[in-house]
């Protein structure tokens, strides 16, 4: 089934209530944009999926998560180390945006 194509004028009014000036070259590319979307919703309206269940993910996923048990924390002379600047015991990074400190 292939309706009508969308006209300008449809274009320009959905535009008009969206509070969008469009120029005559942005009518003219949105409406054959729109035109196309239109034309893909009726192909994937012309499918049929009767006999298709409904799914959220294309394959079976369980829950992957872990038991949330607690670790001990690293101490700073852990990974200060391999810092490239320290300063204080923590990590020294360079200023941003002039910041002063």
Known sequence: M?????SPEEVAHVAYLAR???TEDELSRFTEQLGAILNHAEDVEALELDDVEPMSHPLPIENTM???VPSPMLKPSDFLPEAPAVEDGRFLV???????P
């Open 66 to 68: 872990r038991e949330d």
């Open 20 to 22: 969008l000036r469009l």
């Open 94 to 100: 360079p200023k941003i945006l002039g910041e002063e």
């Open 2 to 6: 292939m309706s009508e194509p969308i």
